[in-house]
């Protein structure tokens, strides 16, 4: 296990700029207002020759009721008792507030390893800030500017020894794992094997209020993201390492995604780009809805980006424990999803409820299946065959008179399937026709729900000299015996 630092302070002090400074990556978002961090986010953090997790948390303020400030503040107590290490961070510029202090006799408490770092120290308007932060008694204070990325080396030189520190403990800590083996047993299954599999990466997208945080919190089986009756609770996209049924995955919590008319603030904004990313990382997105209100236009809106995305889709239906007449609602849903999204015709349709975790287990069971089919190959010698049936079914149309010929198909890629098929006349196959084809290979290979692609492409007729110019006529003259013929 690594060294894990976690950053904390009050709200708008540069604990996220210096988080992705750290990660060297722009994961957090960031924003003049206070407050915009609210989940734990974490990363891998690199240092010059230091290799450690760092948590970007919320900013401590001092409530302590249930509130949303409240359980933010508890979400950021429950890191600090997590990490290794506390990152203690103050505006230099603004100096210390009570607040500081409150806080920093917390730390003292709860944290055996309290580092003091005064932010945004750059320039000589600093300098009173940063000698006022030795009342805190946290001892020396580091002298940082995030932004502009002063003052690491300060950070590193104190962030070593405990590094150090942490790595022996972990090496006198760990388990005897050298025994004797007997030379005579080669039976391989009585020596565990490790495993390097790439976890699965899944986004839960949906509108807000629709339990995508409550969702990630009953798979991962801790409160680990911020959840409450408030709409728009999550800003980041916050990603978390996890195992499933024995399943390694990434799962990435998103903003609510609210119409583009409705999304005015600039934080939204962000918050819903961030969103709209996860989706294009994510190998299966879960699109979760609420079960008094589905399919509403912005439903169908993210559902269909999920789709033109290429990803793996699987829709969840959420707070179904409340629902009362569940036959007749999940007819209804069942009807209403073959209509309004036929581009997602078979994909798995699933009622859970994240509060209870009733539904989960198939929920699990159809990620896999989307995951699988969205892998699915086929061969080249099974799909000629197959189109050979579907062109002898029902022949492409022949527009303006000229008969379109669909002579070759083969597989070109997977993650989603995507086909050649070599054609005359490529760009006059209709649309109707791509889809006859494409509902065709849904059912014919069984690969529901899954976006297919399907690319129409030219074949060169046979005829050598086609596209070829004209000699002039002057050239075409021939002369025997002095006479002209």
């Known amino acids: 296990m690594t060294l894990t630092l976690a950053i904390v302070g009050r709200p708008n002090v540069g604990k996220s700029t210096l988080f992705n400074r750290l990660v060297g990556k722009r994961l957090a978002l960031v924003d003049d207002q206070p407050g915009v961090t609210r989940d734990l986010r974490e990363g891998a953090a690199r240092l010059a020759d230091l290799r450690f997790t760092v948590i970007d948390t919320a900013g401590l303020e001092e409530v302590t009721d249930d ?34 202090e409150i806080f920093a006799d917390i730390l003292r408490k709860r944290s055996a390893h309290v580092l003091l770092a005064a932010n945004k120290a750059e320039g000589a308007a600093a300098d009173a800030g940063v000698l006022e932060a030795y009342n805190l008694g946290l001892g020396e204070p580091i002298r940082l500017s995030a932004e502009h990325g002063e003052g690491l080396n300060d950070l590193y030189t104190q962030l070593q020894p405990l590094a150090d520190l942490h790595a022996e403990n972990e090496r006198s800590e760990a388990p005897e794992v050298d025994v004797d083996l007997d030379e005579e047993d080669d039976d391989p299954d009585a020596i565990p094997q490790p495993t390097n599999a790439k976890p699965l990466q899944v986004a839960v997208v949906g509108r807000p209020n629709a339990g995508k945080s409550t969702l990630i919190n009953q798979i991962v089986g801790e409160d680990r993201l911020l959840t409450g009756p408030e709409a728009g609770i999550t800003r980041d996209a916050i990603s978390l390492r996890t195992d499933w049924n024995g399943t390694p995955m990434r799962i990435f919590d998103t903003a609510g995604m609210r119409k583009k008319a409705k999304v005015q603030e600039k934080l939204e904004k962000l918050s819903v780009g961030d969103g709209l990313r996860a989706v294009k990382f994510a190998e299966v997105v879960v699109v979760l809805l609420d079960a008094a209100i589905p399919f509403e236009q912005q439903d169908l809106r993210i559902a269909d980006l999920a789709e033109r995305e290429g990803r793996a889709v699987v829709v969840a239906i959420n707070k179904w424990d409340v629902e009362e007449d569940k036959q007749a609602k999940l007819r209804d849903l069942k009807e209403s999803f073959e209509r309004l999204l036929p581009q997602l015709k078979g994909a798995p349709l699933i009622t859970v ?64 399937p995507g086909f050649v098929v070599m054609c005359s006349h490529p760009d006059k196959v209709p649309e109707s026709y791509n889809r006859y084809l494409v509902n065709g290979l849904r059912l014919d290979f069984d690969m529901p729900g899954t976006p297919i692609r399907i690319f129409m492409r030219g074949q060169n007729d046979a005829n050598p000299y086609k596209g070829r110019k004209k000699a002039p006529p002057s050239k075409l003259r021939k002369h025997t015996n002095g006479r002209r013929s």
């Open 67 to 100: 509130s949303l400030q409240g359980r933010m503040r508890r979400l950021t107590e429950r890191a600090v008792d997590m990490a290794d290490v506390c990152l203690f961070m103050i505006d230099a510029r603004t100096g210390i507030t009570p607040t500081d």
């Open 353 to 416: 409820s994240a509060k209870t975790g009733r539904g989960m287990d198939r929920l699990h069971d159809a990620i896999l299946r989307a995951y699988e089919v969205w892998n699915r190959r086929v061969s080249t010698a099974q799909l000629n065959r197959w189109l050979t049936g579907m062109l002898e079914a029902h022949p492409p149309p022949a527009p303006q008179g000229k008969r379109i010929k669909l002579r070759y198909m083969t597989q070109a890629k997977t993650r989603p």
